[in-house]
C-alpha cells in the first residue's frame, strides 16, 4: 500500500489536492493495479476477477456483500462468527472485541438492512489520518478534547485516542438529553455528530442548556441539509464541516471553500446515472485501501448531483452540488411529455424557506399521486396555501405536474419522519 497514516494525514492537511483529471487518473489506475496485485489475490472470493476488466467484477451491494462475507474477506473470519462478535459488543455496548486484530463493526443503514465491516489496525489508523488531518484545529499540537455521537462505536474510533486528544464518546442509542451535562462538562473543542444530533445540540445551546464552545464542528453520517447547517452556524458561529462516511469509508469531505469533493484518492466512483439532466448517479465505488473487507464494484443507495464547475479550492476531485439522499427517496414528478422529473429535495427546502411566514420545521411525504405535506407553523392557514402554490410553480418551472396535495399541521410520528424530511412512501 502506498498511503502509509503519516503521509495521509499530511496529504489531508496541507496537500492541495489534485490538479487535474488526468493526475487523478493516473494515481488511480496506479491504486487499481496494487488491488489487483496485493489485495484480490487474498480474497477466496475475488481472486480468479484479479485480471478481469473492472466491469466484470460482480455489482456488489449491502445484501450481497453479506451473503459473500465470508469468501470475501482477506482475514478467513466467517459470516456467523463476526456476527456473534459484532452483536455481542453492540448489546455489552462494549466495543473492545475483535477477532485477532481486526475490528468487527455492525451497521443498520435507514433500509434497516444489516452490514458487517471488518477493519485492521492499518485501516483504522489510515481513517484517524485522513480525518484529523482534515479536520484537526490549529495549531497542531494543541490538546483537543473531541466529542463523537454515534449510534455504534466500534474498535476504528477509538483508536483516535492518545495524548494529544481527550476523546468522549456519546452513544446515540442512550437518551439524548442525557447527554447533555456531560457534553457540557466535556466542552469540547472538536464536535463530531450526524447532521440532525447537530440540530439538537445546536437547540439545546439556543435554549441555554449548554454552553459549549467548539472550534470545529463535523457532520457526518448522514447528509447535512441546509436547516441543520444554517441552525448550527448561526448557533455556534461556525460553518459545519461535513465527512460524507458510512461504514463502507470516507467518500468524501467538505474543502476548505465549503464545496463537497469525493475522496478520489482513495476511491475510484463510477457511475449509475439515474437522471441525465442533473447527472444525477448513484455511486459504486472501489477503495483501493480497504484489505481486510474489500469494497468492489459496491453500488451505494444514495444519490449524488455533481457539480460540473471546478472547485475555486483548486482540486480536481469531482465537486459535488449536493447528496440528494438515498435512491428510494428521490421525488419524480411526471413530466407533461410523458418522461419523470427529479425533484430536487433542495428546491422544496427552497419553497419552504421563501414561505411569507414562519415555519418551524415541514415533511413532505410522497405516495403514489398524493402528496401529504406537514407544517409545523403557527399559522398553517397561511403557510398552507402558500406552499402549494410554490410547489405548482416549482412543477411548472421543471415541466412537470405536481401530485395532489394535502396540508397537515404539526410533523408526522412515523420513525422515518425524524430522520429525513423528504420521504417517499411505496405501498
Ligand atoms: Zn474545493
Known sequence: MNAPPLRAFL?????????????????QAAGMARLRKTIMPRSPFYAA????????????????????????????????????????????????????????????????????????????ALWAAVMCGRFWPAPLLSRQRIAFFLRANNALYES???????????????????????????NPTVLIAPAQILGLIAKAQQRG???????????????L??????LTETVFGLRPDQAYQCTEGVLGYSCRHGSLHLNERYIRFDRDVIDDETGAFCPVITDFTRESLPILRYRLDDVLIPDPDPCPCGCASQRLTRIEGRADDILWWPGVDGRPRLVPSDAIRQAVATLPVPVRDYRVIQQGERLDIWLDTSVPE???????????RLAAGLGCRAPAMQVHRGLPASPDAKRRRVIVKRA
Open 11 to 27: 496529504t489531508a492537511r496541507y496537500g492541495r489536492g489534485f490538479r487535474s483529471r488526468t493526475e487523478i487518473e493516473a494515481w
Open 49 to 124: 476477477h484479479a485480471s478481469r476488466p473492472i466491469a466484470d467484477w460482480p455489482l456488489m451491494n449491502k445484501a450481497r456483500l453479506m451473503e459473500h462475507f465470508t469468501g470475501i474477506n482477506t482475514c478467513g473470519i466467517h459470516r456467523d462468527h463476526a456476527l456473534e462478535v459484532a452483536l455481542r459488543s453492540e448489546e455489552s455496548r462494549d466495543f473492545s472485541p475483535m477477532i485477532g486484530g481486526v475490528a468487527v463493526g455492525l451497521s443498520t443503514g435507514t433500509s434497516g438492512q444489516r452490514g458487517l465491516f471488518l477493519t485492521n489496525g492499518r485501516e483504522r
Open 160 to 186: 483516535l485516542s492518545n495524548a494529544l486528544m481527550q476523546f468522549r464518546f456519546y452513544d446515540l442509542l442512550s437518551d439524548f438529553p442525557a447527554h447533555l451535562p456531560e457534553l457540557n462538562r466535556q
Open 209 to 223: 442548556e449548554i454552553g459549549i464552545a467548539p472550534k470545529r464542528i463535523i457532520s457526518v453520517a448522514e447528509v
Open 225 to 230: 441539509s441546509p436547516e441543520d447547517s444554517t
Open 382 to 392: 397561511i403557510a398552507g396555501p402558500a406552499l402549494q402554490h410554490a410547489l405548482t
